[in-house]
């Protein structure tokens, strides 16, 4: 089996269950980003040390299996999105509930940050750093981009404020804004 299949050659890519879009159409871009979204989380685990390890592997690695189910709901014909609900292959409101427990649980571990905070106070909380803010891109793309009733928008949400909650945690003390020296 080959990679290319040359059907992209022409500007155009399949839905899932039917039909073709320009690539830079709204689904295209908003799955585009998720994906790249779901690659910078994995850029995040690359560099978990023994610290928070498997722990946050294990968080993370939760996260990127749902953001498959929310780039099939992206990637589906908009009037056929149903069969996705039917094979469980889509976005759920419980998808959303566990991110937000996830958010909680996290949280009570440490004081987070009442101020901005200057992203950097070591590799892996840097890393998920980006992972969020490639999330937030995805979440605005995806508004283009999905059906009444999908839970992508708020799961891609909740999914920013959980990488910014495991950042803060990473970091340990965050450096806030006005710590930082104008000269």
């Excluded at 946050?56 to 749902?66: F, N, S």
Aim: hydrophobic share 40%; proline share 5%.
């Amino acid at each position: 089996m080959k990679v290319y299949t040359r059907g992209g050659d022409d500007g155009t890519t399949a839905l899932l269950y039917g039909g073709r879009v320009p690539k830079d159409g709204p689904q295209p871009t908003a799955y585009g980003d998720v994906d790249e979204a779901q690659a910078a989380i994995g850029l995040a685990r690359a560099a978990i040390d023994d610290r928070s390890g498997p722990e946050l592997d294990a968080m993370l690695v939760g996260v990127q299996r749902d953001l498959w189910l929310v780039m099939a709901e992206l990637a589906c014909h908009p009037d056929k999105v149903d069969r996705l609900a039917e094979s469980g292959s889509r976005a759920t409101p419980a998808m959303v509930e566990a991110l937000e427990s996830l958010i909680d649980d996290v949280s009570a571990r440490f004081d987070p940050p009442t101020e901005f905070v200057v992203p950097g106070g070591d590799e892996v909380s840097a890393r998920l750093d980006v992972a969020r803010t490639v999330c937030r891109r995805a979440e605005r793309s995806a508004l283009a981009a999905v059906v009444d009733g999908s839970q992508v928008v708020p799961y891609l949400n909740r999914l920013s404020d959980l990488l910014w909650t495991l950042a803060r945690w990473q970091e340990g003390e965050s450096t806030i804004t006005r710590s930082i020296d104008a000269d």
